[in-house]
């Protein structure tokens, strides 16, 4: 006779299986090995003793000051072994799905009623993109009698950092999705889940949300896979801004102009940009770098953003010491025409949570998300930028609870 215990060892067994087949594996970062290498290569590069023309500040790409400030930082008072232990706290593995080697985090709340939650991240970002918010997620939150929490996975993209570069140059954002809705699926084995996506983790996201709706049961969004409007096309939908709205549309404006170089040459001439980089930390600083900064909300540091210059040099160290400066900017190549013009409703009737960060280099007003997904709940905070989980970590917080909460019914 099977006793209740057998019989959980039974089904033990038979969880252990599935693992078997996509060769799941726990992983640890250990990248020590490298740093000395790459503290050397920082503290040998030479910048230019001044800078030409500092009067343009900000408007022509990072400024001297800025980088040699981040570039002393890199080789004295960053810590490598620190922050890796940090990101070492989370419980990261690897699967092998469709070929490739994908690496996540999957990071379970103690609650059995945790919903399963993806979070996608883009570039240049990585995982550690999301790292203020992952274990707060998974923990306990009661609202008005009603409790949340989730179960939080967050897979590196194809080329990204630990995850092996998508097949071929033929691979697209639709392909990372299926991917990892294997992951969550068959893998992770949930029957339905959640997605939260930002910058190119909102395309897979958004795709996930769209396309995949037995298994995808709702969707938090800080970016939409559309076009954002011009301020004529605003204007001639009728849509008026309040001033605090006027400040994301007026960085779109300056993104879509003067801000979007690295863009198109990383969507058209990935190997000049990647060979040049390749072996460069303080070249994939600037480059990244300038980015970090500029996205962010201008109050980068100070409560609520967390954005000291440590997560930036974290993350451009996450990218050097794992060689994946390159394969990570083949995804510009890989997807031309990413957002589409056309505003459209997708054959689900998951509910869509949206939050709108001011200092986010692009806008989408309410009335805009409300036509691509079954919209809830539209926020808008004034304080953040296009890196949320640093920028602005409790808001965004509450807001991917919120989500839970009305799932929670
Ligand atoms: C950087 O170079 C200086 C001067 O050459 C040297 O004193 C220092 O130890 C070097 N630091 C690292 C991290 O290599
Ligand atoms: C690229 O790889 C994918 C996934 O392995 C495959 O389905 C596709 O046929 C490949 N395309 C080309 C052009 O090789
Ligand atoms: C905008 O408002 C004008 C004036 O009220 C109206 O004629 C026009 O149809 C509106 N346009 C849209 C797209 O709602
Ligand atoms: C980003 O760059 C633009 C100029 O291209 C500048 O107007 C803006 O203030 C910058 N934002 C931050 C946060 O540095
Ligand atoms: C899910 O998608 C399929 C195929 O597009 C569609 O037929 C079906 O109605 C959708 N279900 C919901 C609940 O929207």
């Known amino acids: 006779m099977l006793s209740s215990l057998t019989l959980g060892l039974l089904l033990a067994t038979a969880c252990a299986a599935t693992p078997g087949k996509f060769n799941l594996r726990p992983f640890k970062i250990d990248l020590s090995s490298e740093v000395a290498r790459m503290k050397t290569l920082v503290n040998n590069t030479r910048l230019p003793s001044h800078d030409l023309y500092p009067e343009v500040g900000i408007a022509n790409g990072i400024e001297l000051g800025t980088l040699e400030e981040l570039k002393n930082e890199w080789t004295t008072s960053f810590d490598w072994e620190t922050q890796q232990a940090e990101l070492n706290e989370f419980s990261h593995f690897t ?207 100070t409560p609520p953003s967390l954005l000291s210059n440590t997560p930036i040099l974290t993350s451009v160290s996450l990218y050097f010491l794992t060689s994946s400066f390159y394969s990570s900017i083949w995804i510009y190549e890989q997807n031309q025409n990413p957002l589409s013009t056309v505003y459209s409703k997708p054959p689900t009737d998951a509910p869509l949570f949206f939050s709108m960060f001011a200092y986010n280099q692009d806008y989408w007003p309410e009335e805009k998300v409300r036509e691509v997904g079954n919209l809830i709940s539209y926020e808008f905070h004034e304080f953040g930028g296009h890196f949320p989980a640093w920028d602005n970590p409790p808001a965004l917080i509450e807001d991917i609870r919120a989500m839970g909460l009305f799932l929670r019914g």
């Open 95 to 301: 699967a092998e799905i469709e070929g490739l080697t994908v690496h996540f985090i999957n990071q379970k709340s103690t609650d059995p009623d945790a919903i399963p939650l993806i979070l996608v991240h883009g570039w240049p970002g990585s995982f550690q993109e999301f790292a203020p918010v992952i274990k707060p997620l998974t923990s306990l939150h009661s609202t008005d009698g009603k409790t949340v929490s989730y179960n939080v996975v967050v897979p590196s993209l194809p080329g990204f950092v630990f995850s092996s570069p998508s097949a071929n140059a033929s691979w697209t954002y639709k392909d990372t999705a299926r991917v990892f809705n294997t992951l969550m699926t068959e893998v992770l084995g949930y029957e339905t889940y959640t997605v939260h996506g930002t910058d190119w983790g909102a395309v897979v996201a958004y795709d996930l949300y769209a396309n995949y709706n037995t298994t995808v049961r709702g969707g938090h969004f800080v970016f939409v896979p559309f076009v954002p409007l011009t301020p004529e096309q605003l204007a001639a939908e009728n849509i008026t801004l309040t001033p605090e709205e006027a400040i994301p549309e007026s960085l779109y404006v300056m993104w879509s102009t003067t801000g979007d170089g690295y863009f198109h040459e990383q969507a058209t001439r990935p190997k000049n940009l990647g060979f040049a980089l390749y072996d460069s930390p303080v070249g994939q600083l600037s480059w990244i770098g300038s980015i970090w900064k500029n996205m962010s909300d201008p109050r980068a540091g």
